[in-house]
DNA sequence: GCGGGTCGGATTGTTGGACAATCTCCGCGC
DNA sequence: GCGCGGAGATTGTCCAACAATCCGACCCGC
């Protein structure tokens, strides 16, 4: 049981070293997921691989990898030849996450109520509290509201029970902060803890076609927006 | 309007030519996937890239490349620093693949069944009718079944117009095959076709909920087969 | 023997550099 | 104007090398 004495010990005695910084294409991804979310990268912005080996200090061939997973989680867009741009939420990107999103969400709903005899669970309810002690703050950080908003519907997948479905939604999550970071002009943090926690009770009276509701209330929202 | 007349021309005068040829990466996923669902790469073996790179005579980046979209279909299995492996259909992984094809698939039926009046769509029906010929015949090689199956929840997919969903859904395609396959020892042809004739039917008279009792069943039998 | 650590081969992760293929833009000639 | 080309920029692929890591065989004191 202690084959890994050397191991842990080279662990502990460096503990920012290189075996937990190894993975170049992570820390790339990492690096432009944050500027993308903030807002620093620009939706429609050319993602040239020069400039991310210039700008990030790795391989092309790393920043290469590191495009295709960004496209993978939605946030890019890669075509041949033409290269990589910072993905837009358009109506049309924004009907396709929604789309997916509630195929995912309404069966994480269904095995939730089914396994916890039509209840939501506990750590959901949790989820929604945390976002309401947010949402109550005086002007709270939009990115607080964010985190805590990503919190709850996460916590609904989770409560699903299925690690391959919350894996799958994880994958949306780039497109889903871009959502939910569209929705700051529209929505209050009052309104969006209302809307959360009406959707707690309208789970346990109606089932998952409450969800569906609220799925649609929030995309229509952006929707009207983006025109 | 015709400033691509060069370009359509170049495309015209040579059909087959590097210009639709070009993806090296794209060559060495098909004929890895095409080796893997021949049963010719047993699953669990492991597939080095140095091998890869001899037997299709690519770099090993691209091969690389090639292991890491594998992996998204869910045919390999990639571990940092331990390499890759074909996927093995086991219990656990036959459970995550019907939990998202059961959230895909039902959310297809429902905007299905929603857009057409509670009718299942023409191109549906076509595609059982299809599965009941090619089952019908005699002694039908089970590669024509596995396609038929394929293109009967496809058709259903696609009926639910959503591209996204279907695009979600196409990455299953590699676990489905490999699903139907280990159906064949289980499930004659005539079961197969009945199965679905019935679908068509379920679906009309109860929605959705009928396709998931088709998906637990098919889910079941494998399961119990693999112990 | 035997549980433990150590060492070396095998494999993967990353980098640099190179060249071909392709796209995009701009000026040229009609 | 309009389409044709050429130049520059960018991407796609390949080759070669080294570092990091893993795995299994070996060794060693008990």
Chains 1, 2 share one sequence.
Do not use: K
């Amino acid at each position: 049981m202690l084959r890994r004495t050397l191991r842990q010990y080279r662990q502990v005695m460096s503990p920012s070293s290189p075996a937990e910084a190894p993975a170049a294409v992570t820390r790339v991804v990492a690096a432009l997921r944050a500027r993308i979310l903030d807002g620093e990268l620009a939706p429609g912005d050319r993602l040239v691989e020069r400039m991310i080996v210039e700008d990030h200090d790795c391989a092309r061939h790393t920043a290469r990898v590191a495009l295709r997973t960004l496209q993978e989680e939605g946030l890019a867009t890669v075509e041949r030849n033409r290269g990589a741009h910072v993905a837009a939420l358009d109506a049309q990107r924004l009907r396709g996450l929604f789309e997916v999103r509630t195929a995912l969400e309404l069966e994480s709903a269904h095995r939730m109520l089914e396994r916890h005899d039509g209840r939501v669970a506990d750590e959901v309810h949790r989820a929604v509290a945390d976002l309401d002690r947010v949402c109550a703050r005086s002007s709270p950080p939009w990115r607080a509201i964010v985190e805590a908003h990503e919190g709850v519907h996460e916590a609904l997948v989770r409560a699903g029970e299925s690690e391959r479905i919350a894996e799958a939604y994880a994958r949306l999550s780039g497109e889903l902060r871009l959502f939910v970071i569209a929705l700051r002009p529209l929505w209050t943090p009052a309104t969006m803890a209302e809307h959360h926690r009406r959707l707690l009770a309208a789970l346990e009276r109606e089932g998952p076609a409450a969800l569906r509701r609220h799925l649609v209330e929030g995309e229509e929202t952006v929707r009207r927006a983006l025109g």
